[in-house]
């Protein structure tokens, strides 16, 4: 029966920075992961990490305070996570960053200007905190790199964050073709220096991989947690289909999410799993191991959401699509109901609380010719195949396309009408799309008066399906500020510690910026590691 100080489940960004932290001050690790594959959720998301008051903003030039992080934090969170929490997370935030550059490879750079989410809130900024990995070498993974779990929309170029913005504007800016020719020389040179480049989430994941392995920490993939074992209610190690890993001063729950189980789904959030990109061995492990041991759940009716289409060969999660001016969300009246540039995590929560599932995304051929749409360059025709499976539909006229989508005719003229109408005064008087910073990081620059806002006038006219997708669920076992997981009556159990999406979120029921689901979920991780290392300091303890 193998024995460490500590035994992660779970081989994302919250337990890979748990157990290289843990390796660092001392204690022997191991890592298990579910998957056949490393990475988990992390590596097939943005890779992006919001750390207020950071070293990496700091060298560019942010000028950051924590003082302004706290207001800005309890402003948007409010009362939905502890005050304790919100303050560990951004006191601690910083050191954790710091650590992790000097004890991996990962590099780091600010993805610049990409505003925080509620930018106009106490504390909140245009110019942003998110960072991003810089494109990382594969090959120092060795014989790891074919075990990297896969980003869930893979590219053949190494696409970063921060190249995102401006592809997608490739036919409208001439910082597009500039990037674009930058991404592609980008990879002649990788791949002439013999590189495997890496970017996103899948090289924050191989980072910490590469670093997991130079402080001697084991990751046994394959290695499903079957239950948890304990010992005079403590927890004393991991049960698994191929034996148990025994833990002296701890086990960390970093299993992910329960957004690929059904029955959970169902039952907090009624909804089904075909509409996720979370990994699919997400199943909630960690959360139902936990509560069969008297743990405290929270915010189990939320998920990091956002609008998402449907497509056969899997939901493709929008960011800039909605955003960009000469769309609108209607429902199922043909009805806006919602600011369709708002933080995605606000756009879904009112897709679900209007009872507008599905919605559509109307747009016009104006819209098809400008910009890029879920990966398809301007001007090119959307798959047959879409349209086939109904995902999208297109009509020469408003009436036509709302007989094909089953929604009132005269609704959807009246409802393009008086958008266009405010597209041409550049004032949404409904919504306030574009009234934010964080509406134009994904605008035109080009349109005027409100980059977020242009008429829908050409014809063809175009419908697609809109559902609520998520990157993962935020709900899980609730934690203290140093990640212990709790009963209902607000104690901890024994040797039991719980990051990432198998934890209920520090940011409560919204999302302060990108990154903001892997910036806690590294910090917290960060924290349980040096409060199992506090455990074996004490005097007494085996």
Same mark, same amino acid.
């Given at each position: 029966?193998?024995?460490?100080?500590?035994?992660?489940?779970?081989?994302?960004?919250?337990?890979?920075?748990?157990?290289?932290?843990?390796?660092?001050?001392?204690?022997?690790?191991?890592? %298990?992961?579910?998957?056949?594959?490393?990475?988990?959720?992390?590596?097939?998301?943005?890779?992006?990490?919001?750390?207020?008051?950071?070293?990496?903003? =700091?060298?560019?030039?942010?000028?950051?305070?924590?003082?302004?992080?706290?207001?800005?934090?309890?402003?948007?969170?409010?009362?939905?996570?502890?005050?304790?929490?919100?303050?560990?997370?951004?006191?601690?935030?910083?050191?954790?960053?710091?650590?992790?550059?000097?004890?991996?490879?990962? $590099?780091?750079?600010?993805?610049?200007?990409?505003?925080?989410?509620?930018?106009?809130?106490?504390?909140?900024?245009?110019?942003?905190?998110?960072?991003?990995? $810089?494109?990382?070498?594969?090959?120092?993974?060795?014989?790891?790199?074919? %075990?990297?779990?896969?980003?869930?929309?893979?590219?053949?170029?190494?696409?970063?964050?921060?190249?995102?913005?401006?592809?997608?504007?490739? =036919?409208?800016?001439?910082?597009?073709?500039?990037?674009?020719?930058?991404?592609?020389?980008?990879?002649? &040179?990788?791949?002439?220096?013999?590189?495997?480049?890496?970017?996103?989430?899948?090289?924050?994941?191989?980072?910490?991989?590469?670093?997991?392995?130079?402080?001697?920490?084991?990751?046994?993939?394959?290695? @499903?947690?079957?239950?948890?074992?304990?010992?005079?209610?403590?927890?004393?190690?991991?049960? *698994?289909? !191929?034996?148990?890993?025994?833990?002296?001063?701890?086990? %960390?729950?970093?299993?992910?999410?329960?957004?690929?189980?059904?029955?959970?789904?169902?039952?907090?959030?009624?909804?089904? *799993?075909?509409?996720?990109?979370?990994?699919?061995?997400?199943?909630?492990?960690?959360?139902?191991?936990?509560?069969?041991?008297?743990?405290?759940?929270?915010?189990?009716?939320?998920?990091?959401?956002?609008? !998402?289409? @449907?497509?056969?060969?899997?939901?493709?999660?929008?960011?800039?699509?909605?955003?960009?001016?000469?769309?609108?969300?209607?429902?199922?009246?043909?009805?806006?109901?919602?600011?369709?540039?708002?933080?995605?995590?606000?756009?879904?929560?009112?897709? $679900?609380?209007?009872?507008?599932?599905?919605?559509?995304?109307? !747009?016009?051929?104006?819209?098809?010719?400008?910009?890029?749409?879920?990966?398809?360059?301007?001007?090119?025709?959307?798959?047959?195949?879409?349209?086939?499976?109904?995902? +999208?539909?297109?009509?020469?006229?408003?009436?036509?396309?709302?007989?094909?989508?089953?929604?009132?005719?005269?609704?959807?003229?009246?409802?393009?009408?008086?958008?266009?109408?405010?597209?041409?005064?550049?004032?949404?008087?409904?919504?306030?799309?574009?009234?934010?910073?964080?509406?134009?990081?994904?605008?035109?620059?080009? +349109?005027?008066?409100?980059? !977020?806002?242009?008429?829908?006038?050409?014809?063809?006219?175009?419908?697609? $399906?809109?559902?609520?997708?998520?990157?993962?669920?935020?709900?899980?076992?609730?934690?203290?500020?140093?990640?212990?997981?709790?009963?209902?009556?607000?104690?901890? &159990?024994?040797?039991?510690?719980?990051?990432?999406?198998?934890? =209920?979120?520090?940011?409560?029921? *919204?999302?302060?910026?990108?990154?903001?689901?892997?910036?806690?979920?590294?910090?917290?991780?960060?924290?349980?590691? %040096?409060?199992?290392?506090?455990?074996?300091?004490?005097?007494?303890?085996?």
């Amino acid at each position: 029966m193998p024995e460490f100080d500590t035994v992660v489940v779970g081989s994302g960004a919250a337990g890979m920075t748990a157990a290289l932290t843990a390796a660092k001050r001392g204690l022997s690790a191991v890592v %298990l992961e579910k998957a056949d594959r490393f990475g988990g959720s992390t590596a097939r998301s943005g890779g992006g990490i919001w750390i207020p008051n950071n070293e990496v903003i =700091a060298r560019d030039g942010v000028r950051d305070s924590a003082d302004d992080a706290r207001a800005y934090l309890a402003s948007i969170v409010g009362t939905a996570a502890s005050a304790e929490r919100q303050r560990a997370y951004l006191d601690h935030g910083p050191e954790m960053l710091s650590f992790v550059l000097a004890n991996s490879p990962l $590099r780091l750079r600010w993805v610049t200007g990409y505003s925080d989410y509620y930018p106009e809130q106490p504390g909140g900024r245009p110019r942003g905190r998110s960072v991003e990995p $810089r494109p990382f070498d594969g090959n120092l993974l060795g014989e790891d790199l074919r %075990l990297l779990e896969q980003p869930y929309l893979p590219s053949p170029l190494p696409i970063t964050q921060a190249d995102y913005k401006w592809l997608t504007l490739i =036919a409208r800016n001439v910082r597009g073709p500039v990037r674009a020719a930058r991404v592609g020389v980008r990879g002649i &040179i990788g791949r002439l220096r013999g590189q495997r480049l890496l970017t996103m989430g899948q090289a924050l994941a191989a980072g910490l991989r590469v670093g997991l392995r130079q402080a001697g920490v084991t990751v046994e993939l394959g290695t @499903p947690m079957v239950s948890l074992l304990t010992e005079d209610d403590r927890v004393v190690g991991v049960v *698994t289909p !191929s034996g148990t890993y025994r833990a002296r001063y701890g086990v %960390l729950l970093a299993s992910g999410g329960f957004e690929h189980n059904a029955a959970m789904r169902s039952k907090w959030q009624d909804i089904g *799993t075909e509409w996720t990109v979370g990994a699919a061995s997400n199943e909630g492990d960690g959360i139902l191991a936990g509560q069969e041991l008297g743990a405290d759940v929270d915010l189990m009716d939320d998920a990091w959401w956002g609008p !998402s289409i @449907p497509l056969n060969r899997g939901p493709y999660f929008c960011l800039s699509e909605r955003t960009l001016p000469g769309c609108i969300l209607v429902n199922g009246e043909g009805q806006r109901f919602v600011n369709e540039a708002a933080p995605y995590v606000d756009a879904v929560h009112a897709m $679900r609380d209007t009872g507008s599932v599905p919605a559509w995304l109307i !747009s016009d051929q104006r819209y098809r010719d400008r910009y890029v749409f879920a990966s398809i360059p301007p001007r090119r025709p959307l798959p047959g195949k879409w349209y086939k499976h109904g995902v +999208v539909h297109k009509a020469e006229t408003l009436a036509e396309l709302a007989s094909a989508i089953s929604v009132p005719e005269q609704a959807l003229r009246d409802t393009v009408s008086t958008f266009n109408g405010y597209a041409r005064t550049g004032k949404d008087k409904d919504f306030g799309r574009g009234d934010s910073a964080y509406d134009h990081y994904y605008g035109d620059p080009r +349109v005027h008066p409100n980059p !977020s806002l242009a008429e829908l006038v050409k014809p063809p006219f175009y419908a697609v $399906r809109i559902v609520p997708g998520d990157l993962g669920t935020k709900g899980g076992l609730c934690t203290d500020t140093e990640g212990r997981v709790l009963r209902p009556d607000g104690s901890a &159990i024994p040797g039991l510690y719980a990051a990432g999406n198998a934890s =209920a979120s520090v940011m409560g029921h *919204t999302y302060a910026g990108p990154g903001a689901t892997i910036g806690p979920a590294m910090t917290f991780g960060y924290l349980a590691a %040096l409060a199992m290392s506090a455990v074996k300091e004490q005097p007494g303890v085996h």
